[in-house]
């Protein structure tokens, strides 16, 4: 079983940054990717970026430039660095990680969420 624990949202101004971690624990014997994925309410969920073992990103249209998704695989952790935040990046963010389990089985497990509120 893989946990995904989650830290760094809350309260923001229209153009202030934010950083999110994510840090993945348990029988883990490799993990693929990791990303983040955020809703909105009565929205469904959506895409913001991915990362691969290797370092290979991929972001959402919106959060092209002013977002950015870093890993550290030796910990196990993703990050996301969020600047020029906007009214509309308000949501839950959820960590998403998927990979091989010390079962040799695969895995994809999704981390709590958290709040993030731009707003003046």
């Known amino acids: 079983q893989v946990q995904l624990v989650e830290s760094g949202g809350g309260l923001v101004q229209p153009g202030g940054s934010l950083g999110l971690s994510c840090t993945a624990s348990g ?6 990717a ?3 994925y955020r809703q909105a309410p ?3 969920r959506e895409l913001v970026a991915t990362i ?3 370092g290979i990103t991929n972001y959402a249209d919106s959060v092209t430039g002013r977002f950015t998704i870093s890993r550290d ?3 196990n952790t993703v990050y996301l660095q969020m ?3 906007k009214p509309e990046d308000t949501a839950v ?3 998403n990680a998927h990979g091989l389990g010390t079962d040799r089985r695969g895995f994809g497990s999704w981390g709590q969420g958290t709040q993030v509120t731009v707003s003046s």
């Open 93 to 95: 963010y959820f960590c």
């Open 52 to 54: 691969t073992s290797g």
């Open 34 to 36: 990791m990303g983040w």
């Open 73 to 75: 695989n030796a910990k």
């Open 83 to 85: 600047n020029g935040l």
């Open 42 to 44: 009565g929205k469904q």
């Open 27 to 32: 029988s883990i014997f490799s993990i693929y």
